[in-house]
């Protein structure tokens, strides 16, 4: 819009200069460089016979007198006032042909108005105007050019009312970015040239008013000079800036006040101890638009009074405490770089709470400018006592509960080398006002490193467990299945003919056949003992390390066995098909099919299962947690409200997938038959519906009660007991007893844990 409005105002301006200088309008307009073969078209096929042709010209600057260039008369006789032999017809048989065209080799002074005017016995037939524009390029350096140089491409053509606009294209397309320079001259800029900036670029030049080509295109070849180098003439600011700010609040970093063409950032971290650890954390060049940036938002070009893309530049820091040091900014304009020099300490305040005490930590960064730090509380009366445990910090402690002379606006200062002084303030509440009804309570500070990475290490390990326990079951349930008899490669269920196993010849396995004594179920008390087995003992521990992870994964898959997270429904496996009648008794094949679960009740299950297992790892690891919160203080209502929340969003959500889960068991078929038989059979336990409930592979510890042992809990009552259920025998000797023990103490400890 601005480039238009300018047009505007040069056309309505050259349009009242021309009507009072007497400038007549041209009908073609060409441009030209120097020394190029040019020629100046007129022509005209309608001509017959003997014409007389003259041309003239009216150089710049001399309104309203002509020079004869060339002239040729009917008789062709040539003469003119030109000293340039070079200046001649295009065509010498200009009265055939109609061609009458001038041919030029131009020089700078040859710019003007031009006219072709056509006599026939004295009598005009035709005049045509033209105006011959020169256009300068320059190119600094000249090429070759040497690496890094700046690149300054300048095009001006004269005069300069014969053109609307001067563009430059680069050799990859692309326009590129340019500024219009005093005395009409187009400039555009190329900061650091490298091997991919070679190449041909392209000068475009729209010619104003009547003309017979829209635009004109000339190309200058840039190559590159691999044995030089660029160098700058570097210039530091007498003065450096020391400044300090509180963290996160924006402070100005800023730059040499000149008019450059890019600029760089460098930035020395905080109380570093040696300048190689100089980083490039900012470029910006305003000819190329490109923009590096190496600290994401918290860093950015300033706005007004400064404006980046027209060379003015300024940056606009937001700090962490860990981003103050030494800034460093350079602006380049041409050959020449400018320095100056920001040394940033940036305050921050911080808290701890203990189950004693409250700490306020003050910390700053980049020492060496600071000379003094102090706690000041709100009333200048109260002493206040101050600690450093590192260099850069200083603290101060409040004792807990927190009263009214301890509450208040408590106040950290540093002060600088030449005298600034920057503070932060951190307000302490009373927990609690009864007169005033407020409720506040004292900061609550952010978990330490260690404790997030505890928590962090947490889900890790419960994910390793649940894949090992995952394989386990994998293996496990493969192993079940290739031990049932197979008939033409199908599974058949272990519970169904135990007549069978009686008939069979021993092969290294004892079939026990108990009898029913109490209400007590016998496999119920295996199935405890199981949990608890395989105890290593310390010398195992010590000589196989990775058995330790073994013994977890036994304990972890007997606590995911006996306890379900919400409801008391089994995990169904397999299904088979019902007795036929007409076979006869015996180990008959029978095809049956794994159950598969619908897509909701699979995924719920999984995400209950992952639960289960987080919450059993919690569960073992309790203890140490415990501790260390107690020690750091974390066991408190002010901490313990919030993961209250936490935890009951967890479990509500929680219950929904299970609801989830019992409605994609309840839209199951299979699934429905089988609890309808299951709940039958404790109702109602008799041979007909075993026989049913044999069809189906599930948890074994749902299986209905067969058996029950009474007198095992009452040694008084059976002296012998049951040789499953004897413990383990003693040793003879007493050291041999006494060894024996201690070395299996800690076993026994860790399983009745």
């Known amino acids: ?46 001509v ?27 008789k062709k006789e040539f003469s003119g006032g030109t000293t340039e032999k070079s200046t001649r017809l295009a065509d010498p048989n200009f009265q055939d042909s109609g061609v009458f065209s001038l041919f030029l080799l131009p020089r700078f002074e040859d710019r003007g108005l031009y006219s072709c005017m056509l006599k026939q016995k004295e009598r005009k037939l035709k005049e045509k105007i033209i105006l ?43 326009i590129m970015k340019s500024e219009k320079k005093p005395k009409s001259s187009v400039l555009a800029k190329l900061p650091e040239v490298e091997n991919d900036d070679i190449g041909a670029y392209v000068c475009t030049v729209y ?36 400044t300090a700010t509180k963290a996160n609040t924006p402070v100005p970093l800023t730059c040499p006040d000149v008019k450059g063409d890019y600029v760089w950032l460098y930035w020395l971290r905080a109380d570093a101890k040696k300048h190689n650890e100089m980083q490039l954390v900012y470029k910006y060049d305003r000819w190329r638009g490109s923009t590096v940036n190496n600290k994401s938002t918290m860093l950015e070009l300033a706005g007004p009074p400064y404006n980046a893309e027209a060379g003015s530049f300024s940056f606009i820091l937001t700090p962490g405490y860990k981003d103050g040091g030494l800034y460093i900014c350079e602006v380049f304009y041409n050959e020449d770089a400018f320095s100056k020099r920001t040394t940033l300490s940036v305050l921050k305040v911080t808290t701890s709470l203990s189950s004693s005490k409250l700490e306020l930590g003050c910390l700053y ?32 402690y409040l004792p807990l509960p927190i009263t009214s002379d301890t509450a208040g606006n408590y106040t950290c200062t540093i002060q600088l080398e030449k005298g600034q002084t920057v503070s932060a303030t951190q307000a302490v509440n009373l927990p ?8 506040v309570s004292v900061p609550t500070p952010s978990l330490p490193p260690s404790l997030s990475a505890l928590l962090l290490l947490v889900p890790l390990v ?60 016998v496999y119920k008390e295996l199935e405890r ?31 995911l066995q006996q306890k379900a997270f919400i409801n008391k429904r089994p995990h169904l496996q397999r299904i088979h098909r019902s007795t036929d009648p007409s076979r006869p008794e015996g180990r008959a094949g029978r095809r049956g099919w794994n159950y598969q679960p619908r897509s909701l009740e699979k995924h719920s299950d999984s995400i209950l299962s992952w639960a289960s297992a987080l919450w059993s790892l919690s569960y073992y690891s309790s203890p140490l947690l415990l501790c260390y919160l107690y020690r750091k203080g974390y066991i408190c209502s002010s901490k313990l409200v919030p993961v209250s929340q936490y935890v009951g969003t967890v479990l509500v959500c929680l219950l929904g997938v299970a609801c989830l889960r019992g409605l994609g068991r309840w839209k199951n078929s299979e699934y429905l038959q089988f609890i309808s038989i299951l709940d039958e059979n404790k109702d109602n336990h008799t041979p007909a519906n075993k026989k049913k409930l044999r069809c189906y592979d599930f948890d074994f510890s749902y299986w209905p009660s067969d058996f029950s042992w009474s007198e095992v809990s009452n040694p008084k009552l059976s002296k012998a007991g049951v040789s499953l259920l004897k413990p383990e025998p003693r040793l003879r000797g007493a050291a041999d007893s006494v060894l024996h023990s201690v070395r299996t103490l800690p076993c026994h400890i860790i399983r009745c844990v």
């Open 1 to 46: 819009m601005e480039c238009a409005f300018l047009t505007v105002i040069f056309v309505s301006f050259f349009a009242v200069y021309s009507s009072f200088s007497g400038v007549p309008d041209w009908e073609d307009v060409v441009v030209t460089r120097e020394g190029i073969p040019t020629i100046l078209i007129c022509t005209d096929t309608t």
């Open 48 to 74: 017959r016979g003997a014409v007389a042709i003259n041309w003239k010209v009216q150089p710049v600057g001399l309104e309203k007198e002509w020079k004869l260039v060339l002239s040729a008369s009917e």
């Open 132 to 174: 011959l524009a020169i256009l300068r390029v320059t190119v600094v350096p000249p090429p070759p050019v040497p690496h890094r140089s700046p690149l300054r491409l300048t095009a001006r053509v004269f005069p300069d009312f014969a053109v609307t606009q001067i563009t430059w294209t680069a050799p990859s397309g692309i």
């Open 207 to 242: 010619p104003w008013g009547n003309s017979s080509n829209s635009l004109l295109a000339f190309s200058v070849n840039v190559t590159l000079d691999d044995d030089k180098v660029s160098s700058f003439r570097i210039t530091h600011a007498k003065t450096e800036i020391s």
């Open 365 to 396: 960064s980049e020492r060496s400018q600071v000379i003094g730090a102090v706690w000041k509380h709100q009333k200048n009366s109260r002493q206040l006592k101050m600690s450093s445990k590192q260099p850069g910090s200083i603290s101060t």
């Open 432 to 439: 609690n006002e009864d007169k005033k009804n407020v409720s």
């Open 462 to 521: 419960a994910a390793a467990v649940g894949v090992l326990l995952w394989r386990q079951k994998h293996i496990s349930d493969r192993g079940i299945e290739q031990s049932l008899s197979v008939i033409s490669h199908e599974t058949e269920n272990i519970y169904e003919n135990p007549e069978d196993i009686r008939q069979a010849p021993p092969q290294g396995s004892v079939y026990m056949d108990l009898k029913p004594r109490g209400e007590d179920d």
């Open 529 to 559: 003992q199981r949990s608890f087995a395989p105890i290593l003992t310390v010398s195992e521990l010590i000589t196989y390390p990775h058995l330790i992870l073994i013994q977890l994964s036994h304990l972890l898959s007997s606590q």
